[in-house]
């Protein structure tokens, strides 16, 4: 019973974060179409994910299914945190040609269009 209160709890702490990170690692013309992807991509997972883990169990077992589940978890874990080690970065980078863009724009006497 702890566990599945831990679980619930941690639960929704990754997609807002996830969708923020999404956002500011996309300069803003190709933000939608990130947004898209991911949303699309977590659809995806959210309606195979538990016919998936319905054909594991029938095949191999709660037990060996749930094992599986889990690591799986972990790996996405993993490919997180890899993903937290360069989103400064990217971050950063995002940052700088945005201003960049606004800079050139105000410079030019243009209108600032922030879609670039």
Known sequence: ???SILGGIFN????????AMVL????PDTRGSAMA???L?????????PPLVGILIVRFGRQTAFSISACMWFVSGVLLLMVGRSIGA????????????????????GMVDPTF
């Open 90 to 109: 990217d971050e950063d980078y995002v940052a700088q040609q945005v201003f960049f863009c606004l800079f050139m724009c105000a410079w030019e006497g």
């Open 41 to 49: 991509t977590d659809d995806i997972g959210k309606g195979l994910g």
């Open 24 to 27: 500011n690692v996309n300069t």
């Open 12 to 19: 929704g702490v990754p997609g807002p974060n996830i969708k």
């Open 1 to 3: 019973m702890p566990i």
């Open 37 to 39: 992807m991911f949303s």
